[in-house]
């Protein structure tokens, strides 16, 4: 546990899991990661809980019988909501890379590594972001700002 009360923990199903931070609306969490080679997917989620996701970041680059498309989604209660679809894909394998939540009331912002944005609405009410896991990746750092 760190000083500030976040603790962070690693579960082979949940990943990297940062948890007891306090994400307000007006700031973001960038997360700079490690594609690995043969990646077939990967997720950040941001949420409450591990069955309260605010947001599913999901891009595939070839599972599901999907190809490079990233995939949005909310989870409430263990239950997920329904897919917003983007076809612009900006990851590669064996790469490093970043990406940043804007957190603002009705929607987040993501920023991706080539500066196109994406929005994804907030689908149920949300006082603050306390929750983040990385899955599939190599964290390299997160940076609440």
Not at 11 to 38: A, C, D, N, T
Not at 133 to 139: A, I, M, Y
């Amino acid at each position: 546990m760190a000083e500030n009360g976040v603790i962070i923990s690693f579960s082979p199903i949940r990943g990297v899991v940062l948890y007891k931070f306090s994400l307000k609306p007006g700031h973001s969490i960038e997360v700079k990661v490690f594609i690995p080679e043969g990646c077939k997917q990967f997720a950040i989620n941001l949420g409450t809980d591990e069955k309260n996701y605010v947001l599913h970041f999901n891009p595939r680059f070839d599972i599901f019988e999907v190809k490079k498309m990233i995939i949005l989604n909310s989870m409430v209660d263990d239950v997920f909501g329904e897919e917003q679809r983007e076809s612009f894909f900006p990851f590669q394998e064996g790469s490093d890379t970043t990406v940043c939540f804007q957190f603002e009331q009705d929607k987040i912002i993501i920023e991706l590594p080539t500066g196109n944005p994406l929005s994804f609405p907030v689908r149920f009410p949300i006082e603050e972001i306390s929750y983040l896991s990385v899955v599939d990746l190599q964290l390299k750092s997160i940076t609440l700002k």
